[in-house]
């Protein structure tokens, strides 16, 4: 609307000078920039904020969560999906500068810990953060440096700021001890990007409870999958950051480790979560820490509640499920 304000003044200004009335003036450099926004070509500073004011209404939908099975400790603020999270134009930009990054890098057929088969990974530092190696800046390894784009930074530190608006503070996300992280502003471990095959597999696990904290979210690009979740076996997380004596480097090399968990009771009920490509999904509480998370294989199929988005009378929907991307968002643990 400022734009065409502007350029409305600049025609009524040229208007003027051609009846003589006034002298013309060339226009500002604040007039110019606008000019140059609205413009068919504009330049990478439009094109982010479009994108942001595109994804701003960011809000969970239900239905993209059935918990028709779910256990009796679930809580439904736990595990929540944020369908179209990012644009179409931002999710193209995260693949590009992904993809950039693991260039040279193989599939690995399994990590050491067995959850996860054919895949790849990379640290997505932003130019504030270091990534895992040490180093500071916008590196990731696998070939140099690779500086991420402006549109990839922008969604990375958007989502960022509404993970903090909505899911901490005093009525946010909560700990193993049922305690709130209310103090801001949040420490992010550096965002990880996953690339796992169509053959590959996510099997059940916990996200580290010594090194990450109260949130564990992902950003789904390029194809759908559905993520189970189900009660953990019973284990111990009451460590300290550095209580065994590791270094710093150490524990940055761990911050992205899996503690594969067994479900406690495999007939006790289970949770799924539809992501199709662009949505981001936000596990906390517990959710977080007393569920395992992990991705069922192509072919699976889901039951979207009603609604217009699962066409209205609770549709089942089988997800294809290939190649797919994901960038994971994860708070520091506090020490």
């Known amino acids: 609307a400022l734009a065409c304000i502007m350029i409305h003044f600049l025609r009524v200004a040229s208007s003027a000078a051609a ?76 693949v590009q500068d992904i993809q950039l990054r693991m260039k040279r890098r193989r599939y690995e057929k399994g990590h050491w810990d067995a959850v996860i088969t054919l895949y790849k990974e990379v640290e997505l530092p932003l130019p504030s953060e270091s990534f895992i190696g040490g180093s500071s800046g916008n590196g990731g390894g696998g070939g140099g440096p690779q500086v991420l784009s402006d549109l990839s930074v922008a969604a990375i530190n958007r989502i960022k700021r509404q993970l903090e ?43 580290s409870v010594r090194y990450s904290g ?29 209580d065994d004596g590791t270094d710093k480097q150490q524990q940055q090399q ?3 480790l899996y503690e594969p968990k067994p479900s406690e009771a495999p007939n006790d009920g289970h949770v799924d979560l539809y992501l199709p490509p662009r949505s981001l999904y936000v596990l906390s509480g517990v959710s ?11 072919g699976s199929s889901f039951e979207m509640l009603p609604g217009d988005a699962g066409g209205g009378a609770g549709n089942t929907i089988e997800a294809s499920r290939d190649r797919r991307i994901s960038v994971i968002f994860r708070d520091a643990k506090e020490v």
């Open 254 to 256: 761990q911050q992205h």
């Open 19 to 94: 009846a003589g009335r006034v002298r013309p003036r060339p226009p500002t450099r604040a007039v110019a920039a606008i000019v140059r926004c609205v413009s068919s070509s504009p330049p990478a500073s439009c094109s982010v904020d479009a994108d942001a004011k595109a994804s701003a209404s960011l809000s969970v939908d239900p239905r993209y969560v059935d918990s028709a099975t779910a256990p009796a400790n679930f809580s439904p603020s736990s595990a929540v999906v944020y369908p179209g999270a990012v644009s179409e134009r931002e999710a193209d930009a995260l």
């Open 165 to 207: 608006k909505k899911h901490f503070g005093p009525d946010g996300a909560r700990d193993q001890e049922g305690q709130t992280k209310d103090r801001l502003p949040i420490q992010w471990i550096p965002c990880h990007g996953i690339d796992l095959k169509k053959e590959g597999r996510l099997t059940a696990h916990v996200d």
């Open 214 to 242: 109260f949130v564990v979210a992902g950003l789904s690009l390029l194809s759908a999958s559905i993520m189970r979740l189900r009660p953990a076996a019973e284990y111990s997380c009451s460590r300290s950051n550095n």
């Open 288 to 298: 977080r820490y007393e569920y395992t998370h992990e991705l069922l294989p192509d």
